[in-house]
């Protein structure tokens, strides 16, 4: 559900193209082509797809945390009012933190084995905030707390192999949440744990979101936790956004014939008794992207038009779809 | 007949030696781990991580010894076994395992690989092993043109199909199934899924299946072996243990299942401070974590048979069902379980 008194979003995705270089004599190749999407306040978005289809680059893309190689080429993100794209890393590195944080599916690597975690969280209270060595100690102790992890005194001076999974990613979000962003992305944040361990992580997130009055974009491969916790759900393929709903409408009503797809794979009970369902094909590889409809050689409804790029169409209340045969094929 | 019988199996390994080595504490890895599967069947060994799962399922290999009880494959305890005996006898148990890219040499291509167990086992000619291994793949969708290629170049799930083929070459009784999907995207591991069913539905063999997705295996798996911490806590067929789970366990692991319907939002998204499984020295091994632990917990409970044919081990198994706080149970004899996942 958007909320009503946020007039505008807290962050904007407009068109974004990233490519990647490939030395001389070879043309760049799209690695994100137009991705818009926004982000409001005290919202929960879910980011889909397959691993490949550019989910993770586009947090990475927003963050300017791009790997060597790949530059955005056109777009805009806007946070709030101000443009990151184009922005110096120094410019960046400023904002970083303060207003968007970053979350990853692995804690335990995204922390320094060698330093305590109330250190760690300490450090960057103390570089954006220009807290004392003190004040930034007491906020480190805070941010634990408001986590979840009891014992937040003793346990600020303990080591992140001291640590579970479940409680290093409690850690990152302590960490990522110390100077008071508006935005956190979370790149699967639970996909590593144990799903008792993934319900209490989740409810944290959701907790958090409301009470701090977050924006969060959760990007992840599970379809059951973006219909448990998300609001909004953009689902991506091979580098573009091919449908965006509200969560009830897309799960009620997808409208791409590779949405369809995805919630058809999820195994249920009915499927004691048939076979489960696939899509055939594999995700193409970076490069191997049909010139029309990039779904196209996987889908099981493409007619001629699907030869010609596809433009996203409106479906549904506040959606959008990128098929030419929205609404006759499924749903 | 059962294909696999694990019993009483017990494995510790030596704890982390202290600074004057001289830690001669062990821990307990497996704890009387009792579990058998039929022919045909598919069993489910689910619990989270560290719980013990794969551990088991080496074991049902004998690729680790375990410290006693004994592993039964196919009638032949496999402890009684020389090293040359047992090598021979491997062919009756097959792996397949979470990383295909992990389980082939990358410099062997596919058709060698398939050929490989079959110079192992059988006395074919080198022009049969290559008919089998190409008849083998071509089984599990993988056409004569890409056999020679290498472990590459293929997708995740063409190379676990091909694993799944190589596994078939020694035509086995039982194949052990380590989280065979969990790397595999969403779109693709219907493929295999599948695959690993019609197998089945021919050849009568029998899996093993260890997974952290309790979705698939209410689809797939014929029954339930729940672990938590090194000891079974419940086991029984997949429709009653989704339709009523017995122990406090199974059920904290059911509600925490992401349910794909928005509509029906039901993670009990109760945030606090639990986690941290303390380390058990006595009693139940859930005791500290469970909402309904009594002073009798701190006797370790014994896994006993349930009204419905499965087996629970929890003091308060009889009067756990019925709670009544919790209404949905209350329903649960009339019909099928209504809130309780996909199930």
């Given at each position: 559900?958007?909320?009503?008194?946020?007039?505008?979003?807290?962050?904007?995705?407009?068109?974004?193209?990233?490519?990647?270089?490939?030395?001389?004599?070879?043309?760049?190749?799209?690695?994100?082509?137009?991705?818009?999407?926004?982000?409001?306040?005290?919202?929960?978005?879910?980011?889909?797809?397959?691993?490949?289809?550019?989910?993770?680059?586009?947090?990475?893309?927003?963050?300017?945390?791009?790997?060597?190689?790949?530059?955005?080429?056109?777009?805009?993100?806007?946070?709030?009012?101000?443009?990151?794209?184009?922005?110096?890393?120094?410019?960046?590195?400023?904002?970083?933190?303060?207003?968007?944080?970053?979350?990853?599916?692995?804690?335990?690597?995204?922390?320094?084995?060698?330093?305590?975690?109330?250190?760690?969280?300490?450090?960057?209270?103390?570089?954006?905030?220009?807290?004392?060595?003190?004040?930034?100690?007491?906020?480190?102790?805070?941010?634990?707390?408001?986590?979840?992890?009891?014992?937040?005194?003793?346990?600020?001076?303990?080591?992140?192999?001291?640590?579970?999974?479940?409680?290093?990613?409690?850690?990152?979000?302590?960490?990522?949440?110390?100077?008071?962003?508006?935005?956190?992305?979370?790149?699967?944040?639970?996909?590593?744990?144990?799903?008792?361990?993934?319900?209490?992580?989740?409810?944290?997130?959701?907790?958090?979101?409301?009470?701090?009055?977050?924006?969060?974009?959760?990007?992840?491969?599970?379809?059951?936790?973006?219909?448990?916790?998300?609001?909004?759900?953009?689902?991506?393929?091979?580098?573009?956004?091919?449908?965006?709903?509200?969560?009830?409408?897309?799960?009620?009503?997808?409208?791409?014939?590779?949405?369809?797809?995805?919630?058809?794979?999820?195994?249920?009970?009915?499927?004691?008794?048939?076979?489960?369902?696939?899509?055939?094909?594999?995700?193409?590889?970076?490069?191997?992207?049909?010139?029309?409809?990039?779904?196209?050689?996987?889908?099981?409804?493409?007619?001629?038009?699907?030869?010609?790029?596809?433009?996203?169409?409106?479906?549904?209340?506040?959606?959008?779809?990128?098929?030419?045969?929205?609404?006759?094929?499924?749903? | 007949?059962?294909?696999?019988?694990?019993?009483?199996?017990?494995?510790?390994?030596?704890?982390?030696?202290?600074?004057?080595?001289?830690?001669?504490?062990?821990?307990?890895?497996?704890?009387?781990?009792?579990?058998?599967?039929?022919?045909?069947?598919?069993?489910?060994?689910?619990?989270?991580?560290?719980?013990?799962?794969?551990?088991?399922?080496?074991?049902?290999?004998?690729?680790?010894?375990?410290?006693?009880?004994?592993?039964?494959?196919?009638?032949?305890?496999?402890?009684?076994?020389?090293?040359?005996?047992?090598?021979?006898?491997?062919?009756?148990?097959?792996?397949?395992?979470?990383?295909?890219?992990?389980?082939?040499?990358?410099?062997?291509?596919?058709?060698?690989?398939?050929?490989?167990?079959?110079?192992?086992?059988?006395?074919?000619?080198?022009?049969?092993?290559?008919?089998?291994?190409?008849?083998?793949?071509?089984?599990?969708?993988?056409?004569?043109?890409?056999?020679?290629?290498?472990?590459?170049?293929?997708?995740?799930?063409?190379?676990?199909?091909?694993?799944?083929?190589?596994?078939?070459?020694?035509?086995?009784?039982?194949?052990?199934?380590?989280?065979?999907?969990?790397?595999?995207?969403?779109?693709?591991?219907?493929?295999?899924?599948?695959?690993?069913?019609?197998?089945?539905?021919?050849?009568?063999?029998?899996?093993?299946?260890?997974s952290h997705d309790l979705s698939l295996v209410g689809a797939l798996a014929d029954r339930v072996a729940v672990m938590y911490s090194g000891t079974v806590v419940e086991q029984g067929s997949t429709k009653e243990f989704f339709a009523q789970p017995m122990h406090p366990y199974s059920r904290r692991l059911l509600e925490s299942v992401p349910e794909p319907d928005p509509t029906r939002r039901r993670l009990r998204l109760v945030d606090g401070a639990l986690d941290a499984a303390a380390p058990v020295a006595d009693g139940c091994v859930f005791r500290h974590r469970c909402p309904d632990a009594i002073d009798a917990c701190r006797v370790a409970p014994t896994l006993l048979p349930t009204a419905h044919g499965g087996m629970v081990a929890c003091h308060l198994a009889s009067s756990v069902p019925v709670r009544a706080q919790d209404p949905r149970s209350l329903q649960q004899d009339n019909g099928p379980a209504p809130d309780l996942g996909p199930w």
């Amino acid at each position: 559900m958007r909320d009503c008194d946020a007039a505008a979003p807290l962050l904007t995705v407009s068109d974004l193209c990233v490519q990647v270089e490939r030395g001389r004599g070879h043309s760049a190749m799209d690695v994100l082509t137009d991705v818009s999407f926004d982000l409001a306040r005290k919202e929960m978005l879910g980011i889909v797809g397959e691993s490949g289809c550019g989910k993770t680059m586009t947090s990475l893309a927003i963050m300017g945390l791009l790997p060597r190689g790949l530059r955005i080429t056109s777009g805009s993100v806007l946070l709030g009012q101000d443009e990151l794209v184009g922005r110096s890393s120094a410019e960046l590195g400023r904002i970083r933190g303060r207003r968007i944080a970053m979350i990853f599916q692995n804690a335990a690597r995204s922390l320094n084995p060698s330093f305590p975690v109330g250190y760690q969280i300490a450090e960057v209270a103390r570089r954006h905030l220009s807290m004392s060595r003190r004040a930034a100690a007491a906020r480190a102790i805070e941010m634990l707390d408001l986590v979840g992890i009891p014992r937040a005194t003793e346990r600020a001076r303990q080591y992140p192999h001291e640590f579970s999974g479940g409680m290093c990613q409690r850690v990152m979000i302590a960490m990522a949440l110390a100077c008071g962003p508006d935005v956190l992305l979370a790149d699967e944040p639970t996909t590593a744990l144990d799903v008792t361990v993934q319900a209490q992580v989740l409810a944290l997130l959701r907790r958090l979101q409301e009470d701090l009055g977050l924006g969060v974009a959760l990007v992840t491969h599970d379809l059951g936790v973006v219909a448990e916790v998300c609001d909004h759900v953009v689902v991506m393929y091979a580098g573009e956004v091919v449908e965006q709903a509200e969560v009830e409408a897309l799960f009620a009503r997808p409208g791409h014939p590779y949405t369809q797809g995805l919630l058809g794979a999820i195994p249920r009970s009915e499927h004691r008794h048939r076979p489960f369902n696939a899509i055939p094909g594999a995700v193409p590889r970076l490069g191997g992207w049909s010139s029309g409809c990039r779904f196209g050689p996987r889908c099981i409804h493409r007619s001629d038009a699907c030869q010609r790029p596809v433009a996203l169409n409106a479906w549904g209340p506040e959606g959008s779809v990128r098929c030419v045969r929205v609404g006759e094929v499924g749903g | 007949m059962s294909v696999l019988e694990l019993d009483r199996i017990v494995k510790t390994y030596p704890a982390a030696r202290g600074l004057l080595g001289r830690g001669r504490r062990r821990v307990t890895v497996l704890d009387h781990v009792s579990i058998t599967v039929e022919e045909g069947e598919t069993v489910a060994v689910v619990g989270e991580s560290g719980a013990g799962k794969s551990t088991l399922g080496r074991i049902a290999l004998n690729l680790i010894r375990p410290d006693s009880g004994r592993t039964v494959v196919a009638g032949q305890d496999l402890g009684a076994l020389s090293a040359t005996q047992l090598r021979r006898y491997r062919g009756v148990m097959q792996m397949v395992f979470q990383d295909p890219y992990a389980s082939f040499d990358p410099m062997v291509s596919l058709e060698d690989a398939v050929c490989e167990p079959l110079l192992l086992h059988t006395s074919m000619s080198r022009a049969e092993r290559r008919r089998e291994a190409l008849r083998l793949m071509e089984r599990v969708g993988i056409r004569a043109e890409q056999a020679r290629r290498f472990p590459n170049e293929l997708s995740g799930g063409q190379l676990q199909r091909v694993a799944i083929a190589r596994a078939l070459a020694t035509r086995p009784k039982v194949i052990v199934c380590d989280e065979p999907v969990a790397s595999l995207d969403a779109s693709v591991r219907a493929h295999v899924l599948n695959q690993f069913r019609e197998i089945q539905a021919e050849d009568r063999v029998s899996y093993l299946f260890i997974s952290h997705d309790l979705s698939l295996v209410g689809a797939l798996a014929d029954r339930v072996a729940v672990m938590y911490s090194g000891t079974v806590v419940e086991q029984g067929s997949t429709k009653e243990f989704f339709a009523q789970p017995m122990h406090p366990y199974s059920r904290r692991l059911l509600e925490s299942v992401p349910e794909p319907d928005p509509t029906r939002r039901r993670l009990r998204l109760v945030d606090g401070a639990l986690d941290a499984a303390a380390p058990v020295a006595d009693g139940c091994v859930f005791r500290h974590r469970c909402p309904d632990a009594i002073d009798a917990c701190r006797v370790a409970p014994t896994l006993l048979p349930t009204a419905h044919g499965g087996m629970v081990a929890c003091h308060l198994a009889s009067s756990v069902p019925v709670r009544a706080q919790d209404p949905r149970s209350l329903q649960q004899d009339n019909g099928p379980a209504p809130d309780l996942g996909p199930w």
